[in-house]
């Protein structure tokens, strides 16, 4: 198998406000492996909630390409994944999504099945993304709602935790007039104390919001679990329910759990996470942090397990990079074609280095390759923040 890597700057279309910050651009490195003619493509992109630097992701990647030397196939790969052989102990969980991400496009391109056909769905799985509006005016807010629900989006997720919470409250009316028939999700980050969010939440409950996700400062889940026993609106956990153990914690004790592939480490995890949840009384949400199509096509896979999506990420950036998951008229859609069911937009350079006629949308900041030692396959060798 040979390994290469690119970075490339993605500028969101607008700044986007959140309770903690305002993100107008991050980087993503995107990782290819390639065997035997067929290539298979990850993304891992920047946090600075996670502590995530370009660099990081790419000395990470470029470790995590190394251990592949100890697998004859990408399909052994992939099972050394799930078995949680690979990559390295104490590996963040974007550089496990990212590696897993691409054995799952290699793997599912070799024997001609789409991602979720591999996951054990016959049909494509699609759903009605939410669509994000961050911390702005009012007149914005309204103007944005309006002109989504036009392209056909019935989920709005409205960003909360503005310094006066009564601009939030104005915020939501105004969305609420301009969209009356959408759902509508609300997202402080963390920037309520509980009894700001005793306060607050049957006022938006009048409101007509859905659920609320993460209204309390991450840290101390007994104090979300508490706070959703007596909510009068759903309560749904982020950044209290990173992994496996935080979601064992909270199961069965808040509404719903926000699993991104970046935070609990790939389509395996997210996959013992619905495992673990179902029967519980707490559901599932599919999330994402602000990245290209390559990013989210994992998860679109997965996107008939979910009770509430989430995946506008790409839907954020000025240029998306790639394309084959839609969403633009408010639903994604998992590819058909085998693997992730994703390739590059038009005009973009193939993303693992060889040569093309034009510069990709995507500022290329980084091009790294490793050679990772080529192992005869064997004869009938095996079959994978916001």
């Not at 078995?83 to 390295?88: F, I, K």
């Not at 409101?207 to 009068?232: F, K, M, T």
């Not at 590059?344 to 006629?357: F, I, M, S």
């Amino acid at each position: 198998m040979k390994v290469s890597q690119r970075t490339v700057r993605l500028e969101l279309t607008e700044p986007l406000r959140i309770s903690r910050s305002t993100m107008a651009a991050r980087d993503a490195v995107w990782l290819a492996i390639e065997h035997q003619g067929h290539s298979g493509y990850g993304e891992a992109v920047t946090s600075t909630y996670y502590g995530l630097d370009a660099a990081t992701l790419g000395r990470l990647l470029h470790e995590a390409a190394r251990e592949l030397a100890r697998c004859a196939t990408p399909e052994s790969a992939l099972d050394a994944l799930r078995a949680g052989d690979l990559p390295a102990p104490g590996m963040p969980p974007a550089v496990t999504a990212a590696v897993e991400s691409a054995l799952l496009d290699l793997v599912g391109k070799r024997a001609g099945l789409p991602v979720h056909q591999l996951l054990g769905a016959s049909e494509a799985p699609s759903a009605a993304t939410a669509r994000t509006i961050g911390i702005t005016s009012c007149r914005a807010a309204a103007e944005q709602a309006g002109r989504l629900t036009r392209l056909g989006f019935s989920v709005i997720k409205i960003k909360a935790g503005a310094p006066d919470p009564e601009d939030d409250l104005d915020r939501v009316l105004a969305v609420r007039n301009a969209a009356p028939h959408a759902r509508l999700l609300l997202d402080p980050n963390g920037a309520w104390s509980p009894a700001l969010a005793d306060a607050l939440l049957p006022r938006y409950a009048g409101l007509g919001i859905e659920a609320v996700e993460q209204p309390l400062a991450p840290g101390d889940p007994e104090a979300l679990a508490a706070l959703a026993a007596r909510s009068p609106l759903p309560v749904i956990a982020d950044e209290d329910a990173v992994g496996f153990e935080d979601v064992q914690r909270l199961a069965g004790r808040v509404h719903g759990i926000n699993v991104k592939l970046a935070k609990c480490g790939g389509v395996t995890a997210a996959l013992r996470i619905a495992d673990l949840l179902a029967g519980s009384g707490t559901e599932l949400m599919l999330g994402c942090l602000t990245a290209s199509t390559l990013g989210l096509a994992p998860a679109v896979h997965l996107a008939d397990r979910a009770r509430w999506t989430d995946l506008d990420g790409h839907l954020l950036l000025a240029h998306d990079p790639w394309t084959g998951i839609g969403g633009t008229d408010g639903t994604v859609r998992a590819g058909r074609e085998p693997g992730l069911g994703v390739r590059p937009a038009h005009g973009a350079p193939p993303p693992d280095g060889e040569t093309a006629g034009q510069e990709t949308p995507g500022q290329e900041t980084a091009v790294q390759e490793t050679a990772v030692q080529e192992t005869p396959e064997p004869v009938g060798g095996g079959e994978a923040d916001r």
